[in-house]
């Protein structure tokens, strides 16, 4: 670069000055991307470049699965018969039992005059594969926009719930674990119906229910399912189990460590919850100290009908 | 050019040589892979090579680009990636001339700081954006990379040498 070249050799602007145009682009695009999420729509149209490589990346252990599953042995699969056989009968005896509990407990709530649940529809998605990205907790799966996929669905597996629908695009989707250090997933104790929020911890794997009065009745053992009061998770599915507990007299709030029920980390498929209820919009908000908490947060949650809504679950 | 080229004359690289290893690269970087913060960024790597190979042809809009489909496949923050390519392209075609005339190791020397500060980079972004650090672990992935320079710069230098033996023939 030092010699510079006879003006015959048409070379474009000097390096230092696309290095300049080049970074002011991209921090430009960082900022409407982090601050103003306005780049969902740039987004899709490169993730239709991105897919195919995603494909391919993921086929060989496809192959691989397929391969080991031609050549498993007969008394493996006999082994694996009588099992699932045994499992199918214990399933069937519990859905029995369900569905009387459920016109049961349909009929007391039409007594009291509740309102009734809505079902919720469920869709099984495959696990493609983790996001390239050390600072946080995310998975894509197989599922999209194109089979009705929507931002903000819960997502599980046969064991509780796994994290939330945070990024749809046309044929995949992006789903942040509840052990995602933004993920915050409001739970209830099941024991007492103490209610809380647990938030991810990032890599450990753990949750943690941050703001706990130092007195607040839990203990080691107890089981977290989600409380449903926010909107975006149906009632009563497993979340959690408290592995810790600690008071500490000086400080004002206990710090409860859980670990998620569900295989986070593990597992290839899992269950896209979509509800199909309609709810109220929410109530604005009107103290600009929130505001930006809850743009912040918005970003985890699902924008429904009210594109207006300011407020969101972080300030809760 | 360099020491290394005058040995062998190399045939011009094609276009599709160079699209077709940026694609491999980032099918590399797609895998799921356990721990991503020791995994090396392939694609950095290959962009690294062709920019100082072909300084001509590859600069930073090309590293540009691939940093932006970089940041849609892994889904981090958008221009994150393309950021610290573009950086790492002006640093390579800045240190191209000078480069070629070392043995391997010291080039693998050379890249292994021009992909720390990438590295670098990346990691002042995300903690712009209100992320923690990362850690330690995160100078492991330009090391490894760096490691493996004199293998990809073989493996990338192979279709230029092949059709040129089968030429002279």
Same mark, same amino acid.
């Given at each position: 670069?030092?010699?510079?070249?006879?003006?015959?050799?048409?070379?474009?602007?000097?390096?230092?000055?696309?290095?300049?145009?080049?970074?002011?682009?991209?921090?430009?695009?960082?900022?409407?991307?982090?601050? %103003?999420? +306005?780049?969902?729509?740039?987004?899709?149209?490169?993730?239709?470049?991105? +897919?195919?490589?995603?494909?391919?990346?993921?086929?060989?252990?496809?192959?691989?699965?397929?391969?080991?599953?031609? %050549?498993?042995?007969?008394?493996?699969?006999?082994?694996?018969?009588?099992?699932?056989?045994?499992?199918?009968?214990?399933?069937?005896?519990?859905?029995?039992?369900?569905?009387? !509990?459920?016109?049961?407990?349909?009929?007391?709530?039409?007594?009291?005059?509740?309102? =009734?649940?809505?079902?919720?529809?469920?869709?099984? !998605?495959?696990?493609?594969?983790?996001?390239?990205?050390? /600072?946080?907790?995310?998975?894509?799966?197989?599922?999209?926009? !194109?089979?009705?996929?929507?931002?903000?669905?819960?997502?599980?597996?046969? !064991?509780?719930?796994?994290?939330?629908?945070?990024?749809? /695009?046309?044929?995949?989707?992006?789903?942040?674990?509840?052990?995602?250090?933004?993920?915050?997933?409001?739970?209830?104790?099941?024991?007492?119906?103490?209610?809380?929020?647990?938030?991810?911890?990032?890599?450990?794997?753990?949750?943690?229910?941050?703001?706990?009065?130092?007195?607040?009745?839990?203990?080691?053992?107890?089981?977290?399912?989600?409380?449903?009061?926010?909107?975006? +998770?149906?009632? *009563?599915?497993?979340?959690?189990?408290?592995?810790?507990?600690?008071?500490?007299?000086?400080?004002?709030?206990?710090?409860?460590?859980?670990?998620?029920?569900?295989?986070?980390?593990?597992?290839?498929?899992?269950?896209?919850?979509?509800?199909?209820?309609?709810?109220?919009?929410?109530?604005? =908000?009107?103290?600009?100290?929130?505001?930006?908490?809850?743009?912040?947060?918005?970003?985890?949650?699902?924008?429904?009908? *009210?594109?207006?809504?300011?407020?969101?679950? *972080?300030?809760? | 050019?360099?020491?290394?080229?005058?040995?062998?004359?190399?045939?011009?690289?094609?276009?599709?040589?160079?699209?077709?290893?940026?694609?491999?690269?980032?099918?590399?970087?797609?895998?799921?892979?356990?721990?991503?913060?020791?995994? $090396?960024?392939?694609?950095?790597?290959?962009?690294?090579?062709?920019?100082?190979?072909?300084?001509?042809?590859?600069?930073?809009?090309?590293?540009?680009?691939?940093?932006?489909?970089?940041?849609?496949?892994?889904?981090?923050?958008?221009?994150?990636?393309?950021?610290?390519?573009?950086?790492?392209?002006?640093?390579?075609?800045?240190?191209?001339?000078?480069?070629?005339?070392?043995? $391997?190791?010291?080039?693998?020397?050379?890249?292994?700081?021009?992909?720390?500060?990438?590295?670098?980079?990346?990691?002042?972004?995300?903690?712009?954006?209100?992320?923690?650090?990362?850690?330690?672990?995160?100078?492991?992935?330009?090391?490894?990379?760096?490691?493996?320079?004199?293998?990809?710069?073989?493996?990338?230098?192979?279709?230029?040498?092949?059709?040129?033996?089968?030429?002279?023939?």
């Amino acid at each position: 670069m030092e010699h510079s070249p006879p003006p015959f050799f048409k070379r474009g602007p000097a390096p230092l000055v696309r290095l300049f145009f080049f970074a002011s682009l991209s921090l430009a695009l960082l900022v409407l991307d982090a601050r %103003f999420q +306005y780049g969902q729509g740039l987004r899709s149209v490169i993730e239709l470049v991105a +897919y195919p490589l995603q494909v391919i990346a993921t086929a060989p252990i496809d192959l691989a699965k397929g391969i080991s599953g031609y %050549f498993s042995n007969q008394s493996q699969l006999i082994d694996e018969n009588e099992r699932l056989r045994a499992q199918a009968l214990a399933n069937s005896r519990d859905a029995q039992r369900y569905q009387a !509990a459920e016109a049961e407990a349909a009929q007391l709530r039409r007594l009291i005059g509740a309102s =009734e649940r809505i079902g919720v529809r469920t869709q099984t !998605a495959e696990i493609l594969y983790t996001a390239r990205d050390p /600072y946080s907790q995310k998975v894509f799966i197989d599922r999209g926009a !194109a089979q009705d996929v929507r931002p903000g669905s819960p997502v599980a597996d046969e !064991a509780g719930i796994v994290g939330q629908v945070t990024r749809v /695009y046309p044929l995949v989707s992006m789903v942040t674990l509840i052990t995602d250090r933004d993920q915050a997933t409001p739970v209830q104790v099941l024991r007492n119906g103490l209610r809380a929020v647990a938030f991810g911890s990032g890599g450990s794997g753990m949750l943690e229910l941050r703001f706990m009065a130092a007195i607040a009745e839990i203990q080691e053992g107890d089981s977290l399912v989600t409380s449903g009061i926010d909107g975006t +998770y149906p009632a *009563g599915v497993p979340v959690a189990t408290v592995v810790r507990v600690e008071r500490d007299p000086e400080q004002g709030f206990a710090r409860v460590v859980c670990k998620p029920t569900a295989g986070v980390d593990r597992g290839r498929y899992v269950l896209v919850l979509t509800d199909e209820q309609v709810r109220p919009p929410r109530p604005e =908000e009107a103290q600009p100290g929130k505001e930006r908490r809850a743009e912040k947060s918005r970003r985890m949650q699902k924008k429904d009908e *009210g594109t207006r809504q300011k407020d969101a679950d *972080g300030t809760r | 050019m360099g020491p290394d080229s005058s040995r062998a004359i190399l045939v011009p690289a094609k276009l599709s040589t160079i699209v077709l290893s940026f694609a491999a690269a980032l099918v590399l970087d797609f895998l799921p892979w356990p721990d991503l913060r020791l995994v $090396p960024e392939f694609a950095a790597l290959v962009l690294t090579f062709w920019c100082v190979r072909q300084p001509r042809l590859v600069g930073l809009g090309a590293g540009w680009t691939v940093g932006l489909i970089s940041d849609v496949g892994n889904d981090a923050l958008l221009g994150q990636h393309a950021l610290a390519y573009s950086v790492l392209a002006f640093l390579a075609l800045w240190l191209s001339r000078r480069i070629l005339w070392f043995g $391997p190791g010291l080039q693998a020397l050379h890249v292994a700081i021009i992909l720390l500060i990438t590295q670098g980079v990346t990691v002042v972004v995300r903690l712009a954006a209100g992320d923690q650090p990362p850690g330690w672990p995160v100078i492991v992935g330009p090391l490894v990379a760096a490691v493996l320079w004199p293998a990809a710069s073989w493996l990338l230098l192979l279709p230029q040498r092949r059709l040129q033996r089968e030429q002279t023939i």
